[in-house]
């Protein structure tokens, strides 16, 4: 089941630009995972968060967690064209380790 | 290089007839997924397999089936009874002794049916 939803659903910027994209979640989680993909490609893990951390850096990444708001948000800081994907939050499932993903945002980063 | 490789990259299909996708991986993980992508869509869990000779049912797994023979080797087979085939399905694997969710996703196959 789909429990991730992110926001927007679409971004568009410029490059050196920051990009916010928020997850929002309707059960408790153990942690939440972001991952990217790009345009006809498999997903790509980028950063895990776990219940008990409020912010994690990697890179120019940060993302943060509120678990009492049920919600994260990805940034992304100086946005380089390369960064032109589809992005996901991911939560951890019932069982199996399986995950459930949001629809996503689709992130573009014009020169 | 380690990794998830799935072929083939597109697949088609005329309608009614069955069709099994590939899903290998060399990262000797335990655990392996199967999602299936539609356009403008996320991610929905098919089938998914903890261990070799077990697996169990997703959220969608009416019209799909699969095997675990080998801790390698994942396949997909999507039967006649899928009423809506045309998607784009990946395969994903994770290792789950390090205690964490992190997966690691194959690059996709495309399949079309007509």
């Known amino acids: 089941s789909q429990q991730g939803e992110e926001d927007p659903q679409a971004l568009s910027i410029q490059e050196g630009e920051n990009a916010t994209m928020n997850c ?9 995972q972001w991952y990217r993909q790009n345009s006809g490609r498999g997903l790509v893990h ?28 990805l940034l992304i800081t100086a946005s380089r064209a390369a960064d032109t994907a ?10 199996g380790y399986a995950l459930n993903f949001g629809k996503g945002t689709s992130l573009l980063v014009t020169p | 290089d380690g ?19 590939s899903c290998e ?7 392996m997924y199967w999602y299936r992508q539609d356009p ?11 261990i070799v000779n077990d697996f169990q049912k997703g959220d969608i797994a009416e019209g799909y089936s699969v095997s675990r023979e080998k801790k390698e080797s994942f396949p997909l087979t999507v039967t006649s009874a ?13 290792n789950r ?3 964490t969710y992190e997966q690691y996703f194959g690059p996709g196959t495309r399949l079309t049916v007509t």
């Open chain 2, 25 to 31: 991986q060399n990262l000797n993980h335990d655990a």
């Open chain 2, 97 to 99: 002794d390090r205690g």
């Open chain 2, 40 to 50: 403008g869509q996320g991610l929905r869990l098919i089938y998914y397999s903890q």
């Open chain 2, 82 to 94: 899928q009423k809506n085939p045309t998607a784009f399905y990946l395969c994903a694997s994770t």
């Open chain 2, 3 to 21: 990794g998830i490789t799935q072929s083939p990259k597109y697949l088609f299909r005329k309608e009614g007839q069955n069709v099994t996708l």
């Open chain 1, 46 to 73: 980028l950063i895990l968060i776990r219940s008990n951390e409020r912010e994690k850096h990697s890179g120019r990444l940060r993302v943060t967690l509120d678990t009492s708001k049920k919600s994260s948000s």
């Open chain 1, 24 to 32: 929002s979640y309707k059960t408790s989680i153990n942690n939440l």
């Open chain 1, 86 to 95: 589809s992005y996901f939050c991911a939560t951890d499932g019932s069982s």
